[in-house]
Nanobody, 120 residues
Framework: QVQLVESGGGLVQAGGSLRLSCVAS????????MSWYRQAPGKQRELVAT???????NYADSVKGRFTISRDNAKNTVYLQMNSLKPDDTGVYYC??????????????WGQGTQVTVSS
């Protein structure tokens, strides 16, 4: 009953920028933590950035100073602004939202993934 739809991936040259979006729809009370993960070919999925519902953001060391995570609670949307992209940023990017379905149930939901390819 909860759906996440990602958009914004694509092919970009090194040094370029992309902005990812993830919109949640369906029946739920609220969204707690919003996060972006990525998975490069042959590697494990890794956490890129997290933004809680109140509080400070967190970033992987590899993206600090280049990526910015933000959220619009009115639109149930999380964004990832990616600047100064490097070939090592290539991978499938997934949003992960911790959603309150009931006052006692917080469930993590995953987006379908969006491909980001950075050419050198």
């Amino acid at each position: 009953q909860v759906q996440l739809v990602e958009s914004g991936g694509g092919l970009v040259q090194a040094g370029g920028s992309l902005r990812l979006s993830c919109v949640a729809s369906g029946r739920f009370l609220s969204i707690n933590d919003m996060s972006w993960y990525r998975q490069a070919p042959g590697k494990q999925r890794e956490l890129v950035a997290t933004i809680p519902n109140g509080g400070s953001t967190n970033y992987a060391d590899s993206v600090k100073g280049r990526f910015t995570i933000s959220r619009d609670n009115a639109k149930n949307t999380v964004y990832l602004q990616m600047n100064s992209l490097k070939p090592d940023d290539t991978g499938v990017y997934y949003c992960n939202l911790l959603i309150s379905i009931t006052p006692y149930a917080n469930i993590p939901y995953w987006g379908q993934g969006t491909q980001v390819t950075v050419s050198s």
